[in-house]
DNA sequence: TACCAGGAGAAAA
DNA sequence: TTTTCTCATGGT
């Protein structure tokens, strides 16, 4: 992928639905304990659990590991899954007390926070860089699922291609900027939940004609609002 | 009723 | 090494 057509994707994104203030929260901290309860899951049903959460005890990593596993996986209870991420929260304190906090950290280079993060059981790819980017606010491009579908279908990512291989594919043609990056994610899974499920063609998505000539063999769209 | 949602880890092949 | 299964609530 060119940068022109990366940036050419990202400029019609925001002319079509403009910025989107991520991530939404009040804290690094909490940015992090949403990027682990967002797996697989809606925003919607994170922001529940969140303020559950916040009504029970403070959002520290302390004040979360004081409580017992049950507790905690019944007040996570919206989010689905939350046995398992009960037990991933608690993991990821655990770490994050030990490590020495946001500071603790932060004071590791990019790479190496990446692994550190990576480490950390129920911390795959996707929430690492979820929390460099909005919480660490470090120059990593986020891929989840939305980016492969969209960029697989305008030609633009084969989608065999592995996560690593995609993120540096963007991180290759766009310059190091956080608050583009922060931006691009965004927009891209704002256009995600955008599916037209009626018509096989939909003449008012932003990307119509952004790559008029898709690689070859790649599957065509089941409805192309992108 | 069936499918999907801002995935990850374990188990099986 | 790659693929499949499991975790689970809430909205459409």
Redesign the pocket.
């Known amino acids: 992928m060119k940068r022109d057509q990366a940036l050419e994707v990202f400029s019609r994104l925001l002319a079509a639905y403009g910025p989107q203030h991520?991530?939404?929260a009040d804290s690094p901290f909490e940015v992090m304990l949403?990027?682990v309860l967002?797996?697989?899951?809606?925003?919607?049903?994170?922001e529940?659990a969140l303020d559950a959460l916040k009504r029970l005890t403070r959002l520290e990593a302390a004040a979360i590991l004081a409580l017992d596993l049950a507790t905690l996986?019944a007040t996570l209870?919206?989010?689905?899954?939350?046995?398992?991420?009960a037990q991933?929260l608690r993991a990821f304190c655990t770490h994050y007390q030990t490590a020495g906090g946001f500071a603790g950290l932060g004071s590791l280079e990019t790479e190496g926070l990446r692994l550190n993060l990576?480490s950390?059981?129920?911390?795959?790819?996707?929430?690492?860089d979820?929390m460099l980017l909005?919480a660490f606010e470090r120059p990593v491009f986020v891929v989840?699922?939305?980016t492969r579908r969209l960029f697989g279908r305008l030609g633009l990512l084969a989608e065999s291609q592995g996560?690593e291989q995609i993120r540096r594919t963007f991180e290759t043609a766009l310059d190091p900027d956080v608050a583009l990056f922060k931006e691009y994610h965004?927009l891209i899974?704002r256009h995600?939940?955008q599916?037209c499920r009626t018509r096989p063609q939909c003449p008012a998505c932003p990307l119509r004609g952004v790559c008029p000539t898709p690689l070859s063999g790649r599957r065509e769209p089941r409805a192309a609002t992108d």
Not at 38 to 46: A, G
Not at 120 to 128: L, S
């Open positions: 991520w991530w939404p949403g990027a967002t797996q697989n899951t809606s925003w919607r049903n994170v529940r996986a209870r919206p989010v689905g899954y939350f046995n398992v991420k991933r990576l950390v059981h129920g911390i795959g790819p996707e929430t690492a979820d909005y989840d699922a939305y996560y965004a899974v995600g939940k599916v």
